[in-house]
Nanobody, 118 residues
Protein backbone atom coordinates (compact mmCIF):
# COMPACT_ATOMS: atom_id res chain seq x y z
CA UNK A 1 0.00 0.00 0.00
CA UNK A 2 1.27 3.46 -0.89
CA UNK A 3 -0.22 6.68 0.39
CA UNK A 4 0.13 10.13 -1.14
CA UNK A 5 -1.09 13.21 0.68
CA UNK A 6 -2.11 16.56 -0.77
CA UNK A 7 -3.44 19.86 0.42
CA UNK A 8 -1.22 21.41 3.06
CA UNK A 9 -0.36 25.07 3.04
CA UNK A 10 -0.45 28.36 4.87
CA UNK A 11 -3.72 29.69 6.19
CA UNK A 12 -4.77 32.40 8.62
CA UNK A 13 -6.35 31.52 11.92
CA UNK A 14 -10.04 30.87 11.47
CA UNK A 15 -9.54 29.65 7.94
CA UNK A 16 -10.03 26.24 6.38
CA UNK A 17 -7.99 23.66 4.52
CA UNK A 18 -8.78 20.25 3.11
CA UNK A 19 -6.23 17.48 3.04
CA UNK A 20 -6.54 14.49 0.73
CA UNK A 21 -4.76 11.17 0.80
CA UNK A 22 -4.88 8.71 -2.06
CA UNK A 23 -4.05 5.06 -1.49
CA UNK A 24 -2.72 2.72 -4.15
CA UNK A 25 -1.56 -0.87 -4.26
CA UNK A 26 -3.42 -3.50 -2.24
CA UNK A 27 -6.16 -1.09 -1.27
CA UNK A 28 -8.71 -3.87 -0.84
CA UNK A 29 -6.84 -4.83 2.33
CA UNK A 30 -7.19 -1.39 3.92
CA UNK A 31 -9.32 -1.16 7.04
CA UNK A 32 -8.76 2.10 8.89
CA UNK A 33 -7.45 5.30 7.31
CA UNK A 34 -6.60 8.40 9.20
CA UNK A 35 -4.52 11.46 9.82
CA UNK A 36 -1.84 12.08 12.40
CA UNK A 37 0.13 15.24 13.00
CA UNK A 38 3.43 16.17 14.52
CA UNK A 39 4.26 19.66 15.68
CA UNK A 40 7.87 20.75 16.29
CA UNK A 41 9.17 19.27 19.50
CA UNK A 42 6.07 17.16 20.04
CA UNK A 43 5.14 13.55 19.52
CA UNK A 44 3.02 12.42 16.61
CA UNK A 45 -0.63 12.32 17.58
CA UNK A 46 -3.83 10.99 16.08
CA UNK A 47 -6.04 13.68 14.59
CA UNK A 48 -8.86 11.61 13.12
CA UNK A 49 -9.54 8.19 11.71
CA UNK A 50 -12.27 6.46 9.77
CA UNK A 51 -13.00 2.78 9.24
CA UNK A 52 -14.02 1.21 5.97
CA UNK A 53 -17.57 1.23 7.30
CA UNK A 54 -17.49 4.93 8.07
CA UNK A 55 -17.02 4.98 11.84
CA UNK A 56 -14.96 7.97 12.90
CA UNK A 57 -12.74 8.95 15.77
CA UNK A 58 -11.34 12.40 16.56
CA UNK A 59 -8.84 13.91 18.92
CA UNK A 60 -10.57 16.06 21.51
CA UNK A 61 -8.65 19.10 20.30
CA UNK A 62 -10.25 18.97 16.85
CA UNK A 63 -13.78 17.80 17.63
CA UNK A 64 -16.34 20.13 16.14
CA UNK A 65 -13.79 21.73 13.82
CA UNK A 66 -12.44 18.88 11.69
CA UNK A 67 -14.31 16.25 9.74
CA UNK A 68 -12.97 13.13 8.10
CA UNK A 69 -14.53 11.35 5.17
CA UNK A 70 -13.63 8.56 2.85
CA UNK A 71 -14.40 7.63 -0.73
CA UNK A 72 -13.73 3.92 -0.92
CA UNK A 73 -14.26 3.87 -4.69
CA UNK A 74 -11.44 6.40 -5.08
CA UNK A 75 -9.33 4.98 -2.24
CA UNK A 76 -9.16 8.47 -0.83
CA UNK A 77 -9.56 9.90 2.64
CA UNK A 78 -10.20 13.58 3.27
CA UNK A 79 -9.64 15.78 6.29
CA UNK A 80 -11.66 18.98 6.25
CA UNK A 81 -10.17 21.41 8.74
CA UNK A 82 -12.24 24.43 9.71
CA UNK A 83 -11.74 27.16 12.29
CA UNK A 84 -8.02 26.50 12.21
CA UNK A 85 -5.90 27.65 15.12
CA UNK A 86 -2.17 28.36 15.32
CA UNK A 87 -1.84 25.27 17.50
CA UNK A 88 -2.99 23.17 14.55
CA UNK A 89 0.31 23.98 12.86
CA UNK A 90 2.08 20.69 12.21
CA UNK A 91 3.14 18.21 9.61
CA UNK A 92 0.12 16.05 8.86
CA UNK A 93 0.61 12.41 7.93
CA UNK A 94 -1.85 10.08 6.28
CA UNK A 95 -2.03 6.60 7.77
CA UNK A 96 -3.66 3.34 6.80
CA UNK A 97 -3.72 -0.16 8.14
CA UNK A 98 -4.04 -3.13 5.84
CA UNK A 99 -4.83 -6.62 6.96
CA UNK A 100 -2.68 -9.54 5.82
CA UNK A 101 -3.69 -12.96 7.17
CA UNK A 102 -5.45 -11.26 10.03
CA UNK A 103 -2.43 -9.15 10.99
CA UNK A 104 -2.50 -5.36 10.51
CA UNK A 105 0.35 -3.64 8.72
CA UNK A 106 0.64 0.11 9.08
CA UNK A 107 1.50 2.48 6.27
CA UNK A 108 2.38 6.15 6.22
CA UNK A 109 2.23 8.78 3.53
CA UNK A 110 4.68 11.62 3.19
CA UNK A 111 3.87 14.49 5.46
CA UNK A 112 2.19 17.65 4.34
CA UNK A 113 2.84 20.86 6.25
CA UNK A 114 -0.04 22.90 7.58
CA UNK A 115 0.86 26.31 8.93
CA UNK A 116 -1.76 28.46 10.65
CA UNK A 117 -0.78 32.06 11.18
CA UNK A 118 -2.23 34.16 13.97
Amino acid sequence: VQLQAFGGGLVQAGGSLRLSCVASGSTFRINVMGWYRQAPGKERELVASITSGGSTNFADSVKGRFTISRDNAKNTVYLQMNSLKPEDTAVYYCNADAIYSGVPWYYWGQGTLVTVSS
